[in-house]
């Protein structure tokens, strides 16, 4: 593949999604756009749909994926360790600072990213990605933020139930009737467009008077990520193919869930919002020239 040829596809990866979230924010600016209702939903209705599909399917396997995980669960916990006593220097609550920057945008942006760098093969091991990061997110981040959080209230989830009852069909080898699988898998295809539309539309709501934190923040994230996967890959290696979707993994920008939940916490939302604006703007630049390299 030539230099062309690797440019020519890497915008063709990048710029559906930045599409998607462009238009979300042109939409939000002529019309006052509440997405509140709609992402309740796409939590609990069509991103669940998403994972139980894929990971239903006579294809998925877990364990085979085990070291996968592994190695995503070191990325996300070990950049929480270096991006601590950063914190502590800068004089930025730890609470406020460390969950934009372990836990990324592995869904509404890494999802389709993948699979239209990849192909279609890629879909399994984007959604691994992202349940093992979601997942910490929805333990060790709302301890982080919160430690009077409940065990009950995160096994309730949706997005937990899908992920425990996928893993019941991927070792049974079972297999849904095609009656059920269709609609199921027609909802799961919903959720990735939608979740890049909200993207768009909460830009809106980002207070820029914290930009440099949010732009420091916007380089930190990728490179705390991407130390930890080399360091990993030296260690303990997994195959060329999987480093790849590591590399990928470990530079996307922090997931709009962490402004959502430091807003639900009240834990400095405006800072967490410019971190997470300005980090998925600077992944513009980031994301592309890890592309160029796996590619």
Known sequence: MDQAELLSRTFDTVFPLVFIVLLGFIYARWRATDMTIANRINMDVFVPALIFSVMASGTFHVTQ?????????????????????????????????????????????GIPLMV?????????????????????????????????????????????LATMLGLIFSFSESQLPVALSVPIEMLGQVSIPLMLFALGVRMMDVDMKNWKLGLFAGVLCPLSGLIMAIVWQMLWPVSQEYFGYLLVFACLPPAVLNYIVSELFQQEPNKVASMVLIGNLVSLVTLP????YVL
């Not at 991006?83 to 945008?105: D, E, R, Y």
């Not at 192909?119 to 929805?138: D, Q, W, Y």
């Not at 020239?289 to 160029?292: A, D, F, N, V």
């Open 65 to 109: 994926y085990k070291g996968l995980i592994i190695a995503a669960a070191v990325i996300v916990l070990g950049s929480g360790l270096l991006v601590w006593p950063i914190a502590k220097l800068m004089g930025v609550s730890s609470k406020t600072l460390l969950p934009p920057m372990m836990f990324n945008n592995s869904g509404n942006l």
């Open 116 to 160: 239209l760098a990849f192909g279609e093969s890629a879909l399994p091991i984007a959604v691994v990605l992202f349940l093992t990061e979601n997942l910490l997110h929805f333990t060790v981040g709302m301890y982080l933020i919160n430690p009077k959080t409940k065990l009950k209230s995160i096994l309730t989830m949706p997005m937990v």
């Open 289 to 292: 020239c890890i592309l160029l």
